[in-house]
């Protein structure tokens, strides 16, 4: 199931959205469905949807379809979202306490496990389920809570600071709120939000709905 | 300038993120890129680079390439972010607070002109420059204010009324951050955002790494 080619990175982002519009046609106890029923909920061809699968195996069956209930463990296994991951939270500014009680993360399987900030005033207090640690404790937390991935919440002036302390600390993956760009080695992996970009998706349509 | 041909979605993604590169060169005093660089930056072929703004005209110079200083104002027009949109933000919970202050929408031409809430506990709150807003008053302050866009960070019970206020109130454009797929009629425009998307990106290439 690993990928032969290298997979453009919006063939994952499709992947992802794939996977959701499959959840949505389990919940209404669908079993199967074709790769231009797929296309046509996300406004993709079926030539797109089955190119994007046929990276990773061969997943459709001759006159039936893709059956709904098989193809969802195979994504979320190709996304890596088959399985737990332990992620902390750095900064305890407003997003990152949003991010942290973030329903749509914990849906997903991700576990938030620490919330962190170099702040006296914020550290200690109660963010929902966790308590703000200090950023000191770190690489401590990482050991001992077997953490993958870090958010990054803090202002940009702070972004890559943090981010060397949470490497250091042994952290592999990073998720990069801040706007900045992050140097990280090739033995890492990052990837930035820039919200502003899903904006201009609905700006580009509202510049047509409203000329 | 319009589009022929309905445009994908990708493509407006890819010209968000053509717009960033071409931003980040101008500020090295690139003057022009050739589609293949624009499209290595970006790892995507140069034949997707140039289909993708061949859909809104033609833009590049024979044996010169893109001029970047007129490529960033003319994509920037494509994509709305040309004019200032005035925009307010519903629900004033962490979420609400953090993208209320959120710099890369500002620097995007994206206006925050109001926070609203229905807590008592929360009206008249500061949060930066704004005063929390009761929900009860959006209809007079959208006409007031010229607001064209509500971001909705109300939780998923909520986020269907707060919505369906919103575009009572006259507002066209919905961004959602609420973890529900929304309603709303043809003559308006509505995105959600899924920060899980963007995770499943990192556990993608992580899995990868870990394995």
Known sequence: MSARRPVPKAAIFRLSLYLRELERLRAETR??????????????????VRKDLTYFGQFGHRGVGYRVSELIPQLRHILGTDRKWNVVVLGAGNLGRALSAYRGFRNQGFNIVGLFDNDPAKIGQDVGDLTVESMDALSTT??????QIAIICVPAEAAQTVTDLALRSGIP???????????????????????????????????????
């Open 31 to 48: 079993e199967t469905v074709s790769s231009r029923e797929l296309g046509r909920a996300l406004n993709l061809t079926d030539a797109q």
């Open 142 to 147: 990482v050991q001992a809570r077997d953490v």
């Open 173 to 211: 993956g990073i998720f990069n709120f801040a706007p900045v760009t992050l140097e990280v080695p090739g033995s890492t992996v990052e990837v930035s939000e820039d919200l502003a970009i899903r904006l201009e998706q609905l700006t580009f349509d509202l510049s047509k709905l409203l000329s």
